[in-house]
């Protein structure tokens, strides 16, 4: 619990996270998984109106990664979305459920949407390329 002014102050269940992980650990990855209608393909309509609605999101935070499957499960869309901790994605999905242009219009094609917090590890430099080895 957080106070303020002697007073407890509510908080969110991420919030209330975000005081747990230390702060040389808080970069985090937030991976969307959306399922995606199988018998109408979906794919490439579903980028169209994301692609679309993207420029409204980016003002807010940056966009890591987004693929399709193409072996394995198909009709899978994921995205990442990184945030420097907890607290900076409540806030950024707080101020983008105001946006009238985000989410994109996609409801009609997704089945269901998956999200889990990702934090990396302690030896990854994230947001770097792996170097080529020259030894080999």
């Known amino acids: 619990m957080k106070y303020e ?13 975000c ?3 230390p702060r040389e650990r808080r970069h985090l990855n937030d991976l969307r998984n959306s399922y ?6 979906p794919g490439p309509e579903f ?3 994301y692609e679309a609605a993207l420029p409204v999101r980016l003002k807010y935070s940056e966009l890591a990664a987004f693929w399709h499957t193409e072996i394995g499960p198909l009709n899978q869309v994921i995205h990442v979305w990184p945030y420097e901790d907890l607290a900076h994605r409540t ?18 094609l997704l089945v269901s949407m998956e ?22």
Not at 5 to 17: D, I, K, W, Y
Not at 98 to 106: D, N, R
Not at 121 to 129: D, I, W
Request: aromatic share 10%.
């Open 36 to 41: 995606l209608h199988v018998k109408t393909r």
């Open 5 to 17: 002014n002697g007073r407890a102050v509510p908080q969110t269940f991420l919030g209330s996270l």
């Open 115 to 136: 999200s889990g917090i990702y934090v990396p590890a302690p030896f990854h430099k994230v947001g770097r390329r792996p170097e080529a080895r020259k030894d080999l």
């Open 19 to 21: 005081d747990f992980f």
């Open 47 to 49: 980028e169209k109106r």
């Open 91 to 108: 806030e950024i999905r707080g101020r983008l459920a105001k946006e009238p242009g985000w989410p994109p219009k996609a409801d009609d």
